[in-house]
């Protein structure tokens, strides 16, 4: 541990960013209702992208600044061609970061075995239902098998734990929710729930019609018994120990109950933008002064100057709230 930087993104409120969410690119084969219209969106422009040596650049600079986790995400990243490639240059740098990634798993029967040899640690694949009818409405694609196998080559690949992520919508697949645990649990997945953010691109995010976490422990109960494991840390999921153990399901509340004074995150959006926060209302541009010539150094001072900058919370429940205007697609989940 002696050869870590001494971190340096650090915020007024004590917090310390470690967490670097990258988005490799923003378009995406799916089109999950809570995330992106039918039509899809206007994809960025090919020369507003970062190169991978743009990209490792910078997530070079952030290690120098004592990130120490990358997650690789979107848009959907396993449609970045070069994705493998990327994977085996930040797992050269030094210190090595841990490196996740977040995908909806098509693709990844073929990809999860060369990610894994070029230094994937692990990975989070999205599966909101196990029933692949209501999995064709949420996703607006009829790929349920898709990510089915994706999600056995990774666990295959030695990518663990696997961990899945769902979203539960109202009256879509609310009541699939215990199903889907008892799947996870059969096959050694953990999983995880995400309430619903006001994050999608057609600006449709209700409050009320949000299966909260409050109703997905409920649902859960029906099934299973469940117990809170105490200390979460950083971690945004609250954990539940399944039946006595030693399985666990997560809950990550980030409406309802926010975790926003622990958060140890900092984002790169496609394009080279810095986001301090999933809600911030505004980006730090890096593409800019990194095609222009900047030096890491001065890559470096945007970074820390943007990260003090950091708002305490995301503010959902404040009359004076503000959906950002990039969708979740774009900037990373
Ligand atoms: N395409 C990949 C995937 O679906 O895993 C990576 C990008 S996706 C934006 C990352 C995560 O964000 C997914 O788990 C997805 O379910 C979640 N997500 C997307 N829109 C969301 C929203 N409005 N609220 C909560 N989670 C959302
Ligand atoms: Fe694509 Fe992921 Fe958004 Fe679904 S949640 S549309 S898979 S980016």
């Not at 923003?26 to 089109?31: A, M, P, T």
Request: net charge neutral.
């Amino acid at each position: 541990m002696t050869d870590l930087p001494a971190p340096r993104l650090l915020d007024q409120f004590g917090r310390v960013g470690r967490d670097l969410r990258v988005s490799v690119t923003d378009r995406c084969n799916l089109r999950c209702t809570y995330c992106m219209p039918a039509e899809g969106l206007d994809w960025l422009p090919k020369p507003e992208m970062l190169t991978d040596d743009e990209l490792v650049r910078l997530v070079a600079v952030m290690v120098g600044l004592g990130v120490t986790q990358v997650r690789l995400t979107g848009g959907e990243p396993l449609l970045r061609r070069s994705l493998v490639d990327v994977v085996r240059r930040v797992a050269s740098l030094h210190p090595r970061p841990r490196i996740a990634m977040t995908t909806n798993g098509i693709g990844l029967d073929r990809l999860a075995a060369p990610l894994a040899a070029a230094g994937l640690d692990r990975v989070n694949v999205s599966l909101d239902t196990i029933d692949p009818e209501h999995f064709s409405r949420l996703t607006r694609r009829d790929r349920f098998n898709d990510v089915v196998a994706g999600l056995k080559a990774a666990a295959d690949a030695g990518l663990s734990p696997v961990k899945v992520n769902a979203v539960a919508m109202r009256g879509v697949n609310d009541t699939d929710v215990p199903d889907l645990l008892r799947w996870c649990l059969d096959r050694g997945y953990d999983l995880r729930f995400i309430e619903q953010m006001p994050l999608d691109a057609q600006h449709a995010w209700d409050r009320s019609r949000m299966v909260s976490q409050a109703e997905v422990l409920e649902r859960l109960g029906t099934r299973f018994r469940l117990t809170p494991v105490p200390e979460r840390g950083s971690a945004p999921a609250e954990l539940f120990l399944v039946d006595g153990g030693p399985a666990t399901v997560g809950v990550i509340a980030s409406v309802s109950a926010p975790f926003c004074g622990s958060c140890d995150r900092v984002r790169l959006t496609a394009d080279g933008q810095l986001r301090n926060c999933l809600f911030a209302r505004r980006e730090v541009d890096l593409r800019g002064p990194l095609r222009a010539g900047a030096s890491d150094d001065d890559l470096a001072e945007l970074v820390v100057a943007e990260m003090w900058a950091k708002k305490p919370g995301h503010g959902i429940d404040r009359p004076d709230f503000e959906q950002p205007q990039r969708p979740m697609s774009a900037i990373g989940g």
